[in-house]
């Protein structure tokens, strides 16, 4: 099959580097070499404001590792899960195979229930913390401290600190499984190329007064950005595995949730490129910006999402507070009953939705593909839709949405995005290019 044009540019553009190439580890082919050193391109997103975003491209030989194991992962990270954050060191960890953030030292998997507080059982949880019970108010008492206590137990061993100027890749066919990579007050990351799957929390926390019916809430994200700045997130693939929240119980009359988001920019987060990544059927996806309240994060989460696929999420596509927030060239295929939305518009967002594809389930409504989270306005141009067995063709997504809800949004976010690439796909072509080079396993490793 002849390459096109789009995708003989994007090949180019995976073989880019700067400067020509340091010394690596033994048995990575020139190649991986190469990539492994790649920078964010110039103008690529909000990640490549000022100094831009180059990862680990100025390892030293001893900072280049392949790791294939929990304890390999840490120790190239650092040497210490405790500490690693603070090692600014330049670093490449190239990641082979399954890496399980539930693996101890000596290879065997940890259960849920050796992470567990003695004085923990999910039995003795929901007897104690029943609404019928215990009320709706937040649980508290021995049985709740025993859960948190737990949750320590397992972030000590699955969240996996991340330090400045890292650049973690996986070879071909690498995944993480079973853990969070953190980025918290660091600058410089990039994470390439890998599948994320089941970022599960052990011990969900009852949260009675969360919307009308209360929810069950966890805590680990697959990549979560916190206080960090110039981080470029590319070509993976995000996915719960064998382990989807459709598949657990329900207790207290609502879905046991053991997953949270896929890759959360929060807590003054800012200049973040996530970048022809999938995200597949996944729940909570993208949370930038965690809280309503007016603060730090004023001026802050800014953030580029460009060409990458949401196929068979159900909501925040992503979910926006306060930062500006570019969108555009992505493909959404989405549906099913459990679908909420798509584009979650949140207090003073600036979200720039711009010649995004939407491939729609006879189910879904395409009102319903924004939400108003306490936001204004949003700038949506560009859209093109496709539902059901129907013609593509284009559509204003926020004149549905206006029709179909009050209050109206309105249609000028307040700024216009200067940081990007290249040229914007024309609409009809982008589920064309997203398929065939978002997610792990695209790039020539």
Same mark, same amino acid.
């Given at each position: 099959?002849?390459?096109?044009?789009?995708?003989?540019?994007?090949?180019?553009?995976?073989?880019?580097?700067?400067?020509?190439?340091?010394?690596? &580890?033994?048995?990575?082919?020139?190649?991986?070499?190469?990539?492994?050193?790649?920078?964010?391109?110039?103008?690529?997103?909000?990640?490549?404001?000022? /100094?831009?975003?180059?990862?680990?491209?100025?390892?030293?030989?001893?900072?280049?590792? @392949?790791?294939?194991?929990? /304890?390999?992962?840490?120790?190239?990270?650092?040497?210490?899960? &405790?500490?690693?954050?603070?090692?600014?060191?330049?670093?490449? +960890?190239?990641?082979?195979?399954?890496?399980?953030?539930?693996?101890?030292?000596?290879?065997?998997?940890?259960? !849920?229930?050796?992470?567990?507080?003695?004085?923990?059982?999910?039995?003795?949880?929901?007897? /104690?913390?029943?609404?019928?019970?215990?009320?709706?108010?937040?649980?508290?008492?021995?049985?709740?401290?025993?859960?948190?206590?737990? +949750?320590?137990?397992?972030?000590?061993?699955? #969240?996996?600190?991340?330090?400045?100027?890292?650049?973690?890749?996986?070879? %071909?066919?690498?995944?993480?499984?079973?853990?969070?990579?953190?980025?918290?007050?660091?600058?410089?990351?990039?994470?390439?190329?890998?599948?994320?799957?089941?970022?599960?929390? !052990?011990?969900?926390?009852?949260?009675?007064?969360?919307?009308? /019916?209360?929810?069950?809430?966890? #805590?680990?994200?697959?990549? *979560?950005?916190?206080?960090?700045?110039?981080?470029? +997130?590319?070509?993976?693939?995000?996915?719960?595995?064998?382990?989807?929240?459709?598949?657990?119980?329900?207790?207290?009359?609502?879905?046991? #949730?053991?997953?949270?988001?896929?890759?959360? =920019?929060?807590?003054?987060?800012?200049?973040?490129?996530?970048?022809?990544?999938?995200?597949?059927?996944?729940?909570?996806?993208?949370?930038?910006?965690?809280?309503?309240? +007016?603060?730090?994060?004023?001026?802050?989460?800014?953030?580029?999402?460009?060409?990458?696929?949401?196929?068979?999420?159900?909501?925040?596509?992503?979910? =926006?507070?306060?930062?500006? @927030?570019? =969108?555009?060239?992505?493909?959404?295929?989405?549906?099913? $009953? %459990?679908?909420?939305?798509?584009?979650? =518009?949140?207090?003073?967002?600036?979200?720039?939705?711009?010649?995004?594809?939407?491939?729609?389930?006879?189910?879904?409504?395409?009102?319903?593909?924004?939400?108003?989270?306490?936001?204004?306005?949003?700038?949506?141009?560009? *859209?093109?839709?496709?539902?059901?067995?129907?013609?593509?063709?284009? @559509?204003?997504?926020?004149?549905?949405?206006?029709?179909?809800?009050?209050?109206?949004?309105?249609?000028?976010?307040?700024?216009?995005?200067?940081?990007?690439?290249?040229?914007?796909?024309?609409? $009809?072509?982008?589920?064309?290019? @997203?398929?065939?080079?978002?997610?792990?396993?695209?790039?020539?490793?």
């Amino acid at each position: 099959m002849r390459r096109t044009a789009v995708g003989t540019a994007l090949v180019a553009a995976a073989l880019a580097v700067t400067g020509a190439p340091a010394p690596a &580890a033994p048995a990575l082919s020139r190649l991986a070499q190469e990539i492994g050193r790649q920078a964010l391109p110039a103008n690529d997103g909000w990640a490549a404001e000022g /100094a831009g975003t180059t990862g680990g491209a100025a390892a030293a030989p001893d900072r280049v590792r @392949v790791v294939r194991t929990r /304890a390999e992962l840490v120790a190239a990270l650092g040497g210490d899960n &405790a500490t690693n954050a603070a090692d600014a060191t330049p670093k490449i +960890v190239y990641v082979a195979g399954t890496v399980d953030g539930f693996e101890r030292p000596d290879g065997s998997l940890l259960a !849920c229930a050796d992470l567990a507080d003695p004085e923990y059982s999910l039995d003795g949880y929901l007897a /104690a913390y029943d609404p019928a019970v215990w009320g709706r108010i937040d649980p508290s008492g021995p049985l709740e401290a025993a859960r948190v206590r737990s +949750v320590a137990n397992q972030t000590r061993q699955t #969240q996996i600190n991340v330090g400045a100027n890292t650049t973690i890749i996986g070879l %071909r066919g690498a995944r993480l499984t079973g853990l969070t990579l953190m980025i918290d007050r660091v600058s410089n990351v990039i994470v390439r190329n890998l599948t994320l799957a089941d970022a599960r929390d !052990c011990f969900p926390a009852w949260s009675p007064t969360d919307g009308d /019916a209360g929810n069950w809430n966890s #805590q680990y994200d697959q990549i *979560s950005v916190r206080r960090s700045e110039h981080v470029w +997130v590319d070509h993976n693939t995000f996915t719960d595995g064998d382990n989807p929240d459709s598949g657990q119980p329900t207790h207290f009359g609502r879905p046991y #949730q053991v997953h949270d988001g896929s890759l959360d =920019v929060t807590h003054t987060a800012s200049l973040v490129t996530a970048s022809w990544n999938r995200f597949a059927g996944r729940d909570k996806l993208m949370l930038i910006g965690s809280s309503n309240t +007016v603060g730090p994060d004023v001026g802050r989460l800014r953030v580029t999402v460009h060409h990458n696929l949401f196929d068979g999420d159900l909501q925040r596509l992503p979910r =926006v507070r306060f930062g500006q @927030v570019d =969108v555009y060239d992505n493909h959404y295929r989405l549906g099913g $009953p %459990r679908f909420e939305y798509a584009l979650g =518009v949140g207090v003073q967002s600036a979200l720039y939705a711009e010649n995004n594809f939407f491939t729609l389930a006879d189910d879904v409504d395409p009102a319903d593909l924004i939400h108003d989270w306490g936001g204004t306005a949003l700038t949506e141009r560009g *859209s093109w839709l496709r539902q059901g067995g129907g013609p593509a063709h284009p @559509v204003d997504l926020l004149g549905a949405y206006n029709a179909a809800h009050d209050p109206d949004l309105g249609g000028d976010a307040g700024w216009t995005p200067t940081l990007r690439a290249g040229p914007l796909l024309p609409t $009809p072509l982008v589920p064309l290019a @997203v398929g065939a080079f978002a997610g792990a396993g695209r790039l020539p490793l």
